[in-house]
């Protein structure tokens, strides 16, 4: 299985289109859709185009758009599921998720 390395795989917001999009060679490879919950960026859904499937190129979308995330001194929010297992399985992101309602602790 060939792996997309960071400089094949180039990730940037399209905010226009409100998500992450990677691209290899200038073609759509996968997104990730977002939206916002006042200063948490919400991660929202995750796709790799069938073409590229198979090659860790989510993995890389998920890495590289939340290296974006840290940079930007932001917290997220991952309501897509394939982000929240990546999440899990790379706890040296934990720091970026945003606590939820019922995360933080109740008032004394």
Same mark, same amino acid.
């Given at each position: 299985?060939?792996?997309?390395?960071?400089?094949?795989?180039?990730?940037?917001?399209?905010?226009?289109?409100? %998500?992450?999009?990677?691209?290899?060679?200038?073609?759509?490879?996968?997104?990730?859709?977002?939206?916002?919950?006042?200063?948490?960026?919400?991660?929202?859904?995750?796709?790799?185009?069938?073409?590229?499937?198979? %090659?860790?190129?989510?993995?890389?979308?998920?890495?590289?758009?939340?290296?974006?995330? %840290?940079?930007?001194?932001?917290?997220?929010?991952?309501?897509?599921?394939?982000?929240?297992?990546?999440?899990?399985?790379?706890?040296?992101?934990?720091?970026?998720?945003?606590?939820?309602?019922?995360? %933080?602790?109740?008032?004394?």
């Amino acid at each position: 299985m060939e792996q997309p390395s960071n400089a094949e795989l180039a990730v940037t917001d399209a905010v226009e289109a409100t %998500r992450y999009e990677g691209r290899i060679a200038e073609q759509l490879a996968g997104f990730i859709d977002y939206g916002w919950a006042g200063p948490v960026l919400v991660l929202k859904y995750a796709r790799v185009l069938p073409e590229f499937g198979g %090659r860790g190129v989510g993995g890389a979308l998920v890495r590289q758009a939340l290296d974006d995330v %840290r940079a930007r001194g932001l917290l997220m929010q991952p309501a897509c599921s394939f982000v929240a297992s990546w999440v899990d399985k790379h706890p040296e992101y934990a720091d970026l998720v945003a606590p939820q309602a019922g995360d %933080r602790p109740a008032p004394e």
